[in-house]
C-alpha cells in the first residue's frame, strides 16, 4: 500500500490507466467528470487502441445532464457508462492495481487542488483488494438498477470485473442443416433418374413409330421406311414390354434387354 499525495494523485491515475493490460477491464469511478488532456489521451488510447473494457460510474441527479454529455464521446468508443444519483466515491482500479482518495476526474482536481489517496496492490494488499471489489460489485449494481428507472439503457450486469472476451469458436453444422444437404442430393438424384427415364421412353416410342427392329442399334438416325399398322401391332407390344423393363432398370438398377436399344 502506498500512500499518495498532492499532484502525485492525477499522475499516478494517468499511470494506472496506461499500464492496464489489453484486453483487461478498468474501472473509473468518479462523482464529476470533465477530463484534461493527459486523460482523454489515455481513455482514447485505452478503448481505441488496446481494446481495453471501461466501464465508468459518474453521479446522476443533479449534474446529470452534463455527465452524460462529458462521457458521450467514451460510449462511442465503446465504453459502458453508468450513473448514480447520490455518488461521492473515486476510485480507480484494473485487475491488478487500485487507487482509492479524494480526486474527482475534473481538470480543477489535477491542477488546483491538493489530493489524497492510496494505491493498492492485489498481491501485496489482497484482503483490502478484494472489499474493494465488493464495494464495486454493490455500486454496479446500483448503478444499473438506478438507469434501468431512469430510462438511460441498460448496464450490464455481471458479479465481477469482466474478463478479456473469448475467440468465438467455430460452430459446427447442426443436424437440420446436414438433413437439408442430404434431403437435396436425393431430391438431384431423383430429377435424374426421371430424365434419363423420360429419353428411354420417348427414344423408344419414336423407334417403334419409324418401324425399327429391336435388335437393331440405335444409330443416332431414324430409319425412313414406314410399316403397315396391323404388321406392327406385334412389334410394339413387345417394345411397350422393353420400355416397362427399363422403367424397372432405373427404378432397382438392374440389367434388361433395354441396353439393346
Known sequence: ????????????VIELIQTTEPGKPLVLVSAYFRPWGALDNALRNALDSDKIPVIMIVRGGDVL???????????????HVGFVERLHAKFFMNTQEAIIGSLNLVESSA???WEMAVRLGVATDNVAFTELRRG????????AQEMVRKGLGALVEVSKLPTAPKAATPKKPAAKTKAKAKAKTTTATATVKATVKATVKATVKALWS??????????????????????DLPRAAKR?????????ELETGTESTSDQI
Do not use: C, W
Not at 500500500?1 to 499516478?12: C, D, E, K, P, R
Not at 445532464?65 to 465504453?79: D, F, H, M, R, V
Not at 411397350?240 to 424397372?248: L, S
Open 1 to 12: 500500500m502506498n500512500i499518495l499525495h498532492g499532484y502525485q494523485v492525477a499522475s499516478q
Open 65 to 79: 445532464a452534463k455527465n452524460i454529455e462529458a462521457t458521450k464521446p467514451y460510449a462511442k468508443l465503446g465504453a
Open 111 to 113: 491542477v488546483d487542488s
Open 136 to 143: 464495486y460489485a454493490a455500486l454496479r449494481k446500483l448503478a
Open 210 to 231: 419409324r418401324g425399327a427392329k429391336a435388335t437393331e442399334p440405335f444409330t443416332g438416325a431414324l430409319p425412313r421406311r414406314q410399316i403397315g399398322a396391323q404388321a
Open 240 to 248: 411397350g414390354e422393353e420400355v416397362d423393363d427399363a422403367d424397372q
